[in-house]
């Protein structure tokens, strides 16, 4: 430990100029709720693209890779890469926000002051390999993120969707904190390179095994893999549709950036065991939450159980992780580029159904929605196909590599199930598409065909074309792009 | 090479995808129709220079294109033509610009989406047939089945919802398991070769090369994925819903094209990858495919429904292929039996295709296809009933026809592999003139029963226009067959001789002296 104080080198601040200039940014829009500034939605958003616009500059010019403070800081081309997609993807959702019915109630400057702390807290998770910072990104993030549930819009749901993933929400953060006491108990470090060196050096232990379960169980809390699943489907049904977008990109993004960069290790001085809880633990999401979406009449919770199914996906990759093989790391990387990019189509064509409704859908009020709006149909089309993984989307490309790396390892079983799963989701992805192209129109009535603004047409048009293009002619490069990442 | 040999193949696929952008953006719907057609014919034209341009001698891959698409796992873009896929090619891009015709004045909501739909398929079905690449195949095998998946969800029938639901999770299903299987090939192929490939031309080698530990349940996976396409009893209970429900076009292309796709499945992945497994499992499939025969001529003899007739009628003659597919003569494939299937695939299309056709125009008229409302039309619709019976009796496999060329072939060679199959499949036949001729004589014949059927009103020109090419190349195929048969016979020879250990080399690219091909048998190309 530091004893003396040392000035740090310039180049931290360089490297960490993102942070701080996000921080700054948020706090000035939590201080510009003092004035009157803050009456006016527009003068928010305009203050919250400044923000984003100063830390994408920040990160796009100034990141300095190398390690800062101990690992507490890390910047290397696969964290800048994560940080532009958390980034990116806030973005485009606080755009589409400000474009939809959620615009008074989301651009206040306390939530947005918020909103941009969870990002901060995301990004310092997914660029630091010190316990004790990843541990303070995620509290950042997680506790800022309860409050977004349950107070964006205020209703029964989302307080109680709030409260449970609050009281989870701790209980999956004690979990972590004694899983990395169990670690530093062990390797005497809090450093992950070092821990990770010191574990594939010594030899298996009780309390490494515990360690390393209670770390990954936290995480797959995160994730919401069964059974760590219970608080999704609530949360991500009362949480604004913003929010709800934002939970299931930026905070899957979050959690695997640590698990990519961990899994490997664990996995292997673990032995075959890990492969086998993760694998269960896939199966069960997957199964689990493809049976249960299957149910659902509201087209968010639908999606929940759905992104449930989605975490299941993405272990199979995780579990099959190993040092020395990349393959894995770069599926799952496609993988959550494919999901994120589908999941921004579908919440924001969500988002603009509910802009004309004013309240949370239903999927029977979607029946006959072809005929009234084509192009909206259109691409949820596209984002069903994409979710259930069918050719030409990117989602069909994410599960083939995925499938790719488990075959690879020889865990055909796994697959075989992913693949039952597969099976069984088509119901309920084509059952949307059934009730929009199939039935006659329900509640959506047409008054002003053009009620979408330009701006979130841009985006959704770009988000589809981005779906069906990472289908079919783009893989190549951004697999070529991933491995550069992984040097 | 020149460059329109090297890029025709890409053209063909992607004008019709093209097309269909155009067609689904352009604010007129007059406008639109043009343009479908056009463009589909304008495939239909592209795609006749293939036939011009094809060398029947050559057993290689011709018009070939290749491009690094995912360089590092080994996908490429890899099209190409030989005998196997030319015919079929032709059949899709000639369906197409006739499907468009026969939805001309299609009266329902959304003509401009129908016929964007209908080149999207053209698109995944031409795909389909030249990928010679595993995911690019499988892929396009998937876009496929999203257009049809639409066609018979929006525009079917009552039950159109079940069917089309019914439709995309059996094929998915399948396909799913044969991608799995995919993928252990890719990493088996990876770790004999030392390099990563899914091309087709790559992963033959590996059948050459002594065969693939657990192949008989790769050969399962794809088997059922493509059985379930054919359909072969007992993965066929999609198809009659389906076909009920879907609209005209949708039954047209289904059963002209989209059922082809897994008998050309099997001759293009599933026999050449696994040959020891398809060794073992001959038998099986062989006997699963006489009981499709018989059991699809049984049932569509007691069908009250017109469709549902021609439906079941394609379960059986299906049959026929898949038996055609799989003769074992010795160690090798019986080179008729194989020809006589490529034939009949041709064929099929063609006759079906017509006779949904025919049934459409009656349903048009009447709104009804039950046999029990008609009767004596041959009367008011005399042209109509012309074309009715050339149709049924190609179906049948009278001399004259394509229908006799091809089923004569594949008994021929069955009945040298297993007599006793080719003798219970031959009652295929005979139970087929039984129910086409009776499906004809309570459509056509007889008197009146029904005052509306006096009203009814001859083919329309348009109907003239789309049907009577059909009808007459069903004819020509069969009495010159020998201008078909030439093209694929070197290909089918090819297969039908070395299926064991198969291989394909691209047209005009000769392998490097270390890449030791194992010796062609040229005597074994049988010359009919």
């Given at each position: 430990m530091v004893s003396t104080f040392t000035p740090l080198p310039s180049s931290f601040y360089q490297a960490a100029s993102p942070f701080l200039v996000l921080s700054v940014c948020a706090l000035l829009i939590l201080l510009s709720g003092v004035t009157k500034l803050a009456k006016n939605s527009c003068c928010i958003f305009v203050l919250t693209n400044i923000a984003f616009g100063a830390t994408l500059l920040g990160v796009c010019c100034l990141s300095l890779p190398g390690r800062y403070l101990q690992d507490a800081l890390v910047v290397t081309p696969l964290s800048i890469f994560l940080q532009l997609l958390l980034l990116g993807f806030a973005w485009l959702l606080a755009i589409l926000t400000y474009f939809s019915h959620l615009r008074g109630d989301f651009f206040r400057s306390e939530l947005v002051a918020l909103y941009l702390f969870v990002l901060l807290g995301m990004m310092v998770f997914s660029s630091s390999e010190d316990l004790v910072s990843l541990f303070v990104g995620l509290e950042i993030s997680s506790i800022g993120l309860y409050t977004l549930v349950g107070y964006t819009r205020v209703?029964?749901?989302?307080?109680?969707?709030?409260?449970?993933?609050?009281?989870?929400?701790?209980?999956?953060?004690?979990?972590?904190?004694?899983?990395?006491?169990?670690?530093?108990?062990?390797?005497?470090?809090?450093?992950?390179?070092?821990?990770?060196?010191?574990?594939?050096?010594?030899?298996?232990?009780?309390?490494?095994?515990?360690?390393?379960?209670?770390?990954?169980?936290?995480?797959?809390?995160?994730?919401?893999?069964?059974?760590?699943?219970?608080?999704?489907?609530?949360?991500?049904?009362?949480?604004?549709?913003?929010?709800?977008?934002?939970?299931?990109?930026?905070?899957?993004?979050?959690?695997?950036?640590?698990?990519i960069k961990i899994l490997g290790w664990v996995s292997e001085s673990l032995g075959g065991t890990w492969v086998y809880v993760l694998g269960l633990m896939s199966v069960a999401s997957m199964l689990f939450g493809n049976i249960m979406a299957l149910i659902q009449s509201s087209i968010k919770r639908m999606l929940a159980y759905s992104s449930i199914a989605h975490s299941g996906y993405m272990a199979i990759a995780l579990g099959v992780m190993e040092p020395g093989n990349s393959f894995p790391a770069r599926a799952l990387l496609f993988y959550l580029l494919s999901y994120a990019l589908t999941s921004l189509l579908v919440f924001g064509i969500i988002l603009s159904l509910e802009h004309r409704q004013g309240e949370a859908i239903q999927l029977n009020d979607l029946k006959g929605l072809a005929k009234r709006y084509p192009w909206l149909a259109c691409g949820l089309t596209v984002g069903m196909l994409s979710f259930a993984g069918l050719p030409p989307t990117a989602g069909f490309l994410g599960k083939f590599f995925v499938f790719n790396a488990a075959v690879q390892e020889g865990h055909f079983g796994l697959v075989l199930c992913a693949v039952v799963a597969s099976v069984i989701s088509l119901f309920y992805y084509l059952h949307l598409v059934v009730m929009m192209y199939m039935h006659a129109p329900g509640k959506f009535v047409v008054e002003n065909p053009n009620w979408i603004s330009l701006v979130p047409r841009g985006i959704l048009a770009g988000a589809g074309i981005g779906v069906l293009a990472l289908g079919t002619i783009l893989p190549g490069l951004v697999l070529a792009l991933l491995q550069g990442l992984f040097g | 090479m020149n460059s329109i040999d090297a890029h025709i193949i890409s053209l063909i696929i992607f004008l019709p995808l093209l097309a269909s952008f155009v067609v689904a953006l352009l604010p007129s719907l007059r406008v639109a129709k043009i343009v479908a057609f056009a463009a589909s014919l304008a495939t239909f034209i592209a795609s006749l220079h293939l036939w011009f341009h094809f060398d029947p001698t050559?057993?290689?891959?011709?018009?070939?294109?290749?491009?690094?698409?995912?360089?590092?796992?080994?996908?490429?873009?890899?099209?190409?033509?030989?005998?196997?896929?030319?015919?079929?090619?032709?059949?899709?891009?000639?369906?197409?610009?006739?499907?468009?015709?026969?939805?001309?004045?299609?009266?329902?909501?959304?003509?401009?989406?129908?016929?964007?739909?209908?080149?999207?398929?053209?698109?995944?079905?031409?795909?389909?047939?030249?990928?010679?690449?595993?995911?690019?195949?499988?892929?396009?095998?998937?876009?496929?089945?999203?257009?049809?998946?639409?066609?018979?969800?929006?525009?079917?029938?009552?039950?159109?919802?079940y069917a089309t639901t019914k439709f995309v999770i059996y094929t998915v299903s399948g396909s799913l398991l044969m991608l799995v299987a995919a993928i252990a090939l890719y990493f088996y192929h990876g770790e004999q070769a030392g390099f990563y490939s899914t091309s087709l031309l790559d992963l033959y080698k590996l059948a050459a090369a002594g065969g693939i530990p657990g192949e008989e349940y790769l050969f399962l996976a794809f088997l059922l994925a493509f059985a379930i396409k054919v359909p072969l009893w007992p993965f066929h209970t999609w198809l009659p819903h389906a076909h009920t429900e879907a609209p005209t076009v949708g039954s047209v292309i289904l059963a002209g094209v989209l059922l082809k796709m897994g008998t050309y499945g099997l001759l293009r992945f599933a026999i050449p990858l696994f040959p020891q497994a398809v060794l073992l499992y001959a038998p099986s499939i062989l006997a699963l495919a006489v009981v499709g025969i018989v059991y699809g001529a049984l049932t569509a003899w007691v069908q009250e429904d017109a469709k549902k007739m021609v439906a079941y009628s394609s379960v059986s003659h299906l049959g026929f292929v898949v038996l055609g597919s799989l003769a074992i003569v010795g160690n090798q494939l019986s080179a008729e039996a194989l020809t006589g299937a490529v034939y009949q695939m041709i064929n099929h299309g063609l006759s079906t295709g017509a006779l949904f056709f025919l049934v459409g125009m009656i349903y048009e008229r009447r709104h009804s296809r039950m046999f029990s409302d008609f009767g004596g039309l041959a009367e008011v619709m005399p042209y109509f009933a012309l074309m009715l019976i050339i149709a049924t009796l190609s179906s049948i496999g009278l001399p004259g026809t394509g229908g006799f060329v091809g089923e004569f072939l594949i008994l021929l060679g069955v009945f040298q592999a297993q007599p006793l199959v080719a003798i219970l499949a031959t009652s295929g036949v005979i139970l087929g003139a039984l129910y086409m001729l009776t499906f004809c004589r309570k459509i056509l014949f007889g008197p009146i029963t029904h005052v509306a059927n006096r009203q009814l009103v001859d083919l329309s020109r348009r109907e003239y226009l789309y049907i009577t090419p059909l009808i007459v190349l069903t004819v020509f195929m069969g009495v010159f067959p020998e201008l078909f048969l030439s093209k694929i016979r070197s290909s089918v020879g090819h297969l039908a001789s070395n299926f064991q250990h198969y291989h394909l080399k691209i047209a005009g690219v000769h392998p490097a002296a270390s890449d030791a091909e194992p010796p062609v048998d040229e005597s074994a190309v049988i010359q009919p």
């Open positions: 209703t029964r749901f989302s307080l109680e969707g709030g409260i449970k993933y609050l009281v989870l929400g701790s209980f999956a953060t004690a979990l972590l904190l004694f899983g990395f006491a169990f670690l530093y108990a062990v390797t005497g470090s809090l450093q992950l390179p070092v821990m990770m060196a010191a574990i594939a050096s010594g030899q298996p232990s009780l309390w490494l095994t515990l360690g390393a379960s209670f770390t990954i169980f936290a995480l797959g809390f995160k994730l919401a893999l069964v059974p760590f699943q219970q608080w999704s489907p609530d949360a991500y049904e009362g949480a604004a549709t913003n929010i709800t977008a934002f939970m299931t990109i930026c905070v899957k993004i979050m959690v695997l950036s640590l698990l | 050559s057993v290689d891959l011709q018009f070939v294109e290749q491009l690094p698409w995912m360089p590092e796992l080994g996908v490429s873009y890899l099209v190409g033509v030989d005998g196997l896929n030319l015919l079929l090619i032709l059949l899709s891009t000639f369906l197409t610009p006739l499907l468009l015709l026969s939805i001309w004045e299609f009266s329902g909501e959304g003509h401009k989406s129908l016929m964007a739909l209908l080149l999207v398929l053209e698109c995944g079905m031409i795909g389909a047939l030249v990928a010679f690449d595993v995911v690019l195949f499988y892929i396009f095998w998937e876009v496929m089945l999203i257009p049809m998946y639409f066609i018979i969800g929006i525009w079917g029938g009552k039950n159109r919802i």
